[in-house]
T-cell receptor, first 111, second 113 residues
Framework: GEDVEQSLFLSVREGDSSVINCTYT??????LYWYKQEPGAGLQLLTY?????DMKQDQRLTVLLNKKDKHLSLRIADTQTGDSAIYFC???????????FGGGTRLMVKP | DAGVTQSPTHLIKTRGQQVTLRCSPI?????VSWYQQVLGQGPQFIFQ???????GRGNFPDRFSARQFPNYSSELNVNALLLGDSALYLC????????????FGPGTRLTVL
């Protein structure tokens, strides 16, 4: 079955770059996503990448996809204290009707 | 524009009771999905409804059921509540059946005592 894995925790200093990594198992995934969750809140869609792309950039966010290794990463440039949150990667199934999420990476940004 | 709305915000129930959670999708969105997020974990897919029909179901027992109304809003019902059902229940809407962009509501926090 599908399984999405992420490291639990990442700590960076304000102004540095953050890189959050994710591995997935379903090679038929159509889209891969990054969501942000702040305490007590729902999920905010940050960005997504189609499976036939290897990179997508959106302002401070850069997504890299390595399909061969089934590895996805999210790079946040010039990380700010407001970026402190839990970040989830997710893959869609082949039918496109279900997202499978990783366990989340807690990003802590120190001033 | 209003995003996805869910009600109630918080709910406390006791074991064995039944609960109904509600979701209104973004205007114009026809698909609603439900996810369960246990504390400290990622969300787990429960159901997807599109055009009032169930289009996908996750690995949840029959105690969990849902429906979608003609206005595309949705209800999630859970019967015979267990302590392990305590979680944040998230609703997500998307324009069509696919998951190119799913927008999540703030969730309903259910506590089962």
């Amino acid at each position: 079955g599908e399984d999405v894995e992420q490291s639990l925790f990442l700590s960076v200093r304000e102004g540095d770059s953050s890189v959050i990594n994710c591995t997935y198992t379903d090679s038929s995934s159509t889209y891969l996503y990054w969501y942000k969750q702040e305490p007590g809140a729902g999920l905010q869609l940050l960005t997504y990448i189609f499976s036939n792309m290897d990179m997508k950039q959106d302002q401070r966010l850069t997504v890299l996809l390595n399909k061969k290794d089934k590895h996805l990463s999210l790079r946040i440039a010039d990380t700010q204290t407001g970026d402190s949150a839990i970040y989830f990667c997710a893959e869609s199934n082949n039918a496109g009707n279900m997202l499978t999420f990783g366990g989340g990476t807690r990003l802590m940004v120190k001033p | 524009d209003a995003g996805v709305t869910q009600s109630p915000t918080h709910l406390i129930k006791t074991r064995g009771q039944q609960v109904t959670l509600r979701c209104s999708p973004i205007s114009g969105h026809k698909s609603v999905s439900w996810y369960q997020q246990v504390l400290g974990q990622g969300p787990q897919f429960i159901f997807q409804y599109y055009e009032k029909e169930e289009r996908g179901r996750g690995n949840f027992p029959d105690r969990f059921s849902a429906r979608q109304f003609p206005n595309y809003s949705s209800e999630l019902n859970v019967n015979a509540l267990l302590l392990g059902d305590s979680a944040l229940y998230l609703c997500a809407s998307s324009l069509e059946r696919g998951t190119d962009e799913q927008f999540f509501g703030p969730g309903t926090r259910l506590t089962v005592l």
